[in-house]
């Protein structure tokens, strides 16, 4: 039990449509990150906030955005979806810029699938 | 190349067996995560090194900074060690981490 927690744990999207996945952290975690990981690949960094500003971002396009709230919890969005997003979202949250020192906690994952 | 390298990328043990899971990478680094995930896909972070060893249990890490590789051994191996495990560096520039794509254990009762 992490104390993080992803909404929905899975969903059937079509090409073209727009997404919303949620993530609720620990409260007083004011670092979430997201990550993307495709079947049989490691996680790949989408994107981090801290303290409600994006302060991070891999390689993702613009059409993948986020939103820290002031309550711990997180959305991504993702625009104009294609076959390629289908994948695990995952979001892991830390008190401050904590990976340094170990406090990482990781939700059970939203799994996308693009039709 | 990837920046993170993990091997083997699949593993098969009989339980009780010692299990050596390696990672190594090409870039300058802070810290070094192991992580666990599990079938459903949750993640479980088991260690951070900067240097040295840590254990827990029957888990034990080391990293070495001067070759830039990390081992994970499981001592008595069980089957509930089955799992992907990985490895996640975070860069000494940036607050991002990195990731290999895992290693795949099956531990056989």
């Known amino acids: 039990e992490t104390g993080v927690t992803q909404s929905p744990t899975h969903l059937i999207k079509t090409r073209g449509q727009q997404v919303t996945l949620r993530c609720s952290s620990q409260?007083?975690?004011?670092?979430v990150s997201w990550y993307q990981q495709a079947l049989g690949q490691g996680p790949q960094f989408i994107f981090q906030y801290y303290r409600e500003e994006e302060n991070g971002r891999g390689n993702f396009p613009p059409r993948f955005s986020g939103l820290q709230f002031p309550n711990y919890s997180s959305e991504l969005n993702v625009n104009a979806l294609e076959l390629d997003d289908s994948a695990l979202y995952l979001c892991?949250?830390?008190?401050?810029?904590?990976?340094?020192?170990?406090?990482?906690?990781f939700g059970e994952g939203s799994r996308l699938t693009v039709l | 190349k990837n920046e993170v390298e993990q091997s083997p990328q699949n593993l098969t043990a009989q339980e009780g067996e010692f299990i050596t899971i390696n990672c190594s990478y090409s870039v300058g680094i802070s810290a070094l995560h192991w992580l666990q995930q599990h079938p459903g896909g949750g993640i479980v972070s088991l260690f951070m090194l900067s240097s040295g060893k840590k254990k827990h249990g029957r888990l034990i890490a080391t990293i070495n900074i001067q070759e830039k590789h990390s081992s994970l051994h499981i001592t008595a191996s069980h089957p509930r060690d089955s799992a992907v495990y990985i490895c996640a560096v975070k860069k000494s520039s940036g607050d991002k981490l990195t990731f290999g794509t895992g290693t795949r254990l099956a531990v056989r009762p």
């Open positions: 892991a949250s830390s008190r401050g810029l904590a990976i340094d020192t170990g406090e990482l906690f």
């Open positions: 409260s007083g975690h004011n670092t």
